[in-house]
């Protein structure tokens, strides 16, 4: 849910361009609702499985520290920028409507916004590889 949620929002701004009024209110109706219904609940999903990875080893390899430590910076990063921003874009988006053009101040958000989303990829990613392959890490490695 979280994955695809924020995959789908990746796909969404790189197909779409420089929108239109009328298709930047579409798409980020869109945006705010799946985050609403997918990367939220989804977000939450994963935190629950973290901590029950967390506290159900005894010795918690730095893989698990690792994951969580990357787990922390996107929830923060959702809640902190993403998901307060949704309502505002979508707001500047409707508010560009009459016009038929989108307005400077949502393209400079809606630039905002992306960066914002572009730094969630590496935690992302390495958050779903630590968690997959388990990795040992650092001291951990037999010399």
Do not use: C
Request: proline residues 5%; aromatic residues 12%; charged residues 15%.
């Amino acid at each position: 849910m979280y994955v695809g949620g924020i995959l789908s929002h990746i796909v969404m701004g790189a197909a779409i361009g420089h929108p239109d009024a009328s298709t930047a209110f579409h798409v980020y109706q869109y945006k705010e609702i799946s985050a609403y219904i997918l990367i939220l609940p989804g977000l939450g999903l994963k935190i629950f499985a973290d901590l029950v990875l967390f506290y159900g080893y005894r010795v918690r390899a730095n893989w698990l520290k690792a994951k969580l430590l990357m787990t922390a910076f996107l929830t923060i990063n959702a809640f902190v920028f993403l998901v307060p921003m949704m309502p505002e874009m979508l707001q500047l988006a409707k508010d560009s409507l009459p016009a038929g053009v989108v307005s400077d101040a949502f393209i400079a958000r809606g630039e905002t916004e992306a960066l914002i989303g572009m730094s969630n990829i590496i935690p992302l990613a390495l958050e779903l590889m630590l968690g997959a392959f388990r990795p040992k890490l650092f001291g951990e490695r037999a010399k």
